[in-house]
Each structure stands twice: as C-alpha cells, then as structure tokens.
C-alpha cells in the first residue's frame, strides 16, 4: 500500500511540473524563510555540504566539507571551510577581507566596502571569488529565486530526524532545486539540495544546516 501511494504521489507532482505551474503554497513557505533569515542581525550555523563531481570516465563521486558561518548584519561575517582539517577561511570586519589558506600557507588582505552585499559583489566582479554560502549572507537571501521557477511544487510534510518539515520543489532551465522548511513559528531552512540538469551527470549540491 506504501507503494502504490508513493506512485500516486509522484505522478501528482509529475502532472504538477508539467503544467508550468508554481505553487503560491510554496512561494509563501519559501518567502516565510526567507524573510525570517533576512531578519536576523546574528546568526551562527554549521552547514554539512555534499558535493557530487563526475571524472573524465563518467564516474560520479561525492566529497563532503564543512562550513561554520558567523555573521552580524551588516558588516561582519567568518566562514571556515573544513575537509578532514581546516582548510580555509574568510573574515570580513566592515573595513576589509581576509583570506587564510590553511592548506597552502597563504594570507591575504584586501580593502573591502562597508556592507556584506557591497563585498560579496566586489569579491565575484574584481576577484571572481565566491565566499562559502553567500546566498545566506545577503541582505535578501535567495533573492527571487523561486518567483523566477518555471514550476514550483509544495510536497508536503515529511519527518526528517524526528522534526516535521514542509518539502518544496523548484524548476528552472539549467537547475532544479528543492529545500525543507521547518514546520512550527519558526521557519528555519534547514536542508537543500541543488541538481545542475545540463551538466553531464546531472551532479547534486546538498547543503545541511544546523545551528
């Protein structure tokens, strides 16, 4: 019987997606925990990232890192990417940016704007570098990513770790992606996972976040 609702349920979401639909239930839950994100002037998070990379003989592998994020709105934030030890990390005061590479021994410092959005841009336009999560660092996370979804779908409610959380689905050209809402007063995101479709293997990106 499980089954046969599994199946049911996947060909809802199959008739769903092809009607080039977006679901304004789950725009309305995305845009909760967005918007509960946007209002933090501190934040603290450990987020396991899991990584798919397909070798030159369509292999596919997964490596997995660590990133523990600190940031206070709207000028200060440190990111420390971990393997099986540190690896690097960013810090950010306001005044400038800081890079510490642990693997290879390099330091550097550059001048940097007065807000984290101002930085990030300089960063990707000046350097073509991009901090670890910037997206939850901005001052409007994820901005218009779902209202851009060529189909969106609300999931329903799963149980994941003993919580209950609200699974959503997005579809774009070159990206499907879908993300888990805690369920409750507080709508903290708390898992996502990024699948690049025109890329060979498909590889996936899942992020877990704990704080």
């Known amino acids: 019987m499980t089954g046969a609702l599994t199946f049911t349920a996947c060909s809802v979401v199959?008739?769903?997606?092809k009607s080039g639909v977006v679901d304004q239930h789950a725009l309305v839950?995305?845009?909760?925990?967005?918007?509960?994100?946007?209002?933090?002037?501190?934040?603290?998070?450990?987020?396991?990232?899991?990584?798919?990379?397909?070798?030159?003989?369509?292999m596919e592998i997964q490596f997995a890192k660590t990133v523990k994020l600190n940031f206070r709105r709207p000028d200060h934030f440190r990111a420390t990417v971990t393997?099986?030890?540190?690896?690097?990390?960013?810090?950010?005061?306001?005044?400038?940016?800081?890079l510490v590479d642990q693997s290879s021994g390099f330091f550097g410092t550059t001048a940097a704007p007065a807000t984290i959005d101002k930085t990030l841009s300089k960063m990707e336009q000046t350097y073509g570098l991009t901090f670890p999560l910037d997206?939850?660092?901005?001052?409007?996370?994820y901005d218009?990513?779902?209202?851009?979804?060529?189909?969106g779908q609300?999931?329903?409610?799963?149980?994941?770790?003993?919580?209950?959380?609200?699974?959503?689905?997005?579809q774009h050209e070159h990206l499907d992606w879908q993300a888990w809402v805690e369920y409750g007063p507080v709508p903290v995101?708390?898992?996502?996972?990024?699948?690049q479709k025109l890329e060979p293997g498909s590889p996936q990106y899942m992020a877990l976040f704990s704080t």
């Open 14 to 17: 199959a008739e769903e997606a």
């Open 29 to 58: 839950i995305l845009d909760r925990a967005v918007s509960f994100l946007a209002k933090q002037k501190q934040f603290s998070a450990t987020v396991e990232i899991w990584q798919d990379f397909v070798l030159e003989n369509d």
């Open 83 to 98: 393997t099986t030890q540190p690896e690097r990390t960013f810090i950010y005061n306001g005044k400038t940016v800081t």
């Open 135 to 141: 997206d939850l660092l901005m001052s409007n996370p």
């Open 144 to 151: 218009g990513s779902a209202d851009k979804a060529q189909t």
């Open 154 to 170: 609300y999931l329903g409610a799963e149980m994941i770790m003993g919580k209950r959380f609200h699974h959503l689905a997005f």
């Open 189 to 195: 995101l708390r898992k996502l996972i990024m699948t």
